[in-house]
């Protein structure tokens, strides 16, 4: 057990809808990382917040947002889904700003838009 | 722009025939090379953290190395345990991570 947890595991939904990601980090870490992992395109990057704050951000869509929250956790949001949206997303957390630390992976979201 | 790449996609190995699984990495200023173990359906789980070339790391069966321009995931005597997808990642200097697409192994009994 990595420490992380997200909810919900699974997530079914249509196209055009908007969902909510939600994870808690591990207890106290300040960093939240969020990756969409896809069969074709491997763990991509989306975004990291640092206590708060955005830190980096990466191949993430207009349509896709995301917060950290007063007390660490994090919710990515994401809105006017497609079928392309359909992947696993994982949170990981770190206790680093700089992220030269390991990070620590929860056991993801399947997402699957229909 | 950082670049990380794996080979082979796919190993499928007899249990004790040992192996290597390479990661290679184009990035400017290296921080840290990363090996992680990710079983289906759930996160990857960290393995190894390497951060100079001639570092090398152990665990159980498992054994990193580096150098300056690839790593390589050396396993010895493979049991079934161990088939997972073994993914690799690089950081710069003030960057976030990049992976590699993987490598999916499989340890027959």
């Known amino acids: 057990d990595s420490g992380v947890t997200q909810t919900p595991k699974h997530l079914i939904t249509a196209t055009g809808q908007r969902v909510t990601l939600r994870c808690s980090p591990r207890?106290?870490?300040?960093?939240v990382y969020w990756y969409q992992q896809s069969l074709d395109q491997g763990l991509q990057f989306l975004i990291q917040?640092?206590?708060?704050?955005?830190?980096a951000k990466g191949n993430i869509l207009e349509r896709f947002s995301a917060q950290q929250f007063p007390d660490l956790h994090s919710e990515l949001n994401l809105s006017s889904l497609e079928l392309g949206d359909s992947a696993l997303y994982f949170c990981?957390?770190?206790?680093?700003?700089?992220?030269?630390?390991?990070?620590?992976f929860g056991s993801g979201t399947q997402l699957s838009v229909l | 722009e950082d670049q990380v790449t794996q080979s082979p996609e796919a190993l499928r190995l007899q249990e004790g025939e040992s192996s290597s699984l390479n990661c290679s990495y184009t990035?400017?200023?290296?921080?840290?090379l990363f090996w992680y173990r990710q079983d289906p359906g759930k996160g990857p789980e960290f393995l190894f953290t390497l951060y100079s070339a001639g570092e090398e790391k152990e665990k159980e069966r498992l054994k990193a190395t580096l150098t300056k321009k690839e790593s390589f995931l050396h396993i010895t005597a493979p049991k079934p345990e161990d088939s997972a997808t073994y993914l690799c990642a690089v950081q710069a200097h003030g960057q976030n991570f990049v992976f590699g697409p993987g490598t999916r192994l499989s340890v027959l009994p």
């Open positions: 207890s106290g870490d300040l960093s």
């Open positions: 990981a957390s770190s206790g680093d700003r700089a992220a030269n630390e390991k990070l620590f």
């Open positions: 917040y640092y206590n708060g704050e955005e830190r």
């Open positions: 990035v400017s200023g290296l921080r840290g």
